[in-house]
């Protein structure tokens, strides 16, 4: 059986990314999914906005709404698509963490940047 994942992205960055990697890489288990095998989405939420407090309770939601599994987007933590990372993702990380419990699984990115993919892109043709 799939696993049901909830998705926090950045606020910010909605004007610049409709998420489209998000959803591959989660139906796919490709990314930060592929321990867990592909995935079915059970909500894809933003941040709420600076400084990040809201995700805590988004994270609570989409729990309760069935998720085994939150992530937080590579554009959260990683700053795609323009290298710009959320100053505030080790506390958002810990705050989330804290109020599912320790145990819930949590992951730290949905994707890789695109340095990482040309850096493997590159090591593969060497
Ligand atoms: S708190 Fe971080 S993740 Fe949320 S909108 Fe601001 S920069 Fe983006």
Do not use: W
Request: net charge positive.
């Amino acid at each position: 059986m799939k696993k049901k994942v909830g998705i926090i992205r950045c606020q910010q960055t909605e004007d610049l990314c409709p998420g489209t990697k998000d959803f591959c890489y989660a139906s796919e288990g490709k990314g930060a999914f592929e321990p867990l095998g592909t995935c079915e989405v059970v909500g894809f939420v933003s941040c709420g906005g600076c400084p990040g407090k809201r995700a805590v309770t988004r994270a609570q939601m989409l729990k309760d709404r069935g998720a085994e599994v939150v992530a937080l987007t590579s554009c959260i933590t990683k700053g795609t698509p323009i290298g710009f990372p959320c100053p505030n993702k080790g506390m958002m990380l810990r705050a989330i963490r804290a109020r599912l419990g320790e145990d819930f699984p949590v992951l730290e990115y949905t994707h890789p940047s695109a340095a990482e993919l040309k850096a493997a892109e590159e090591a593969a043709k060497a």
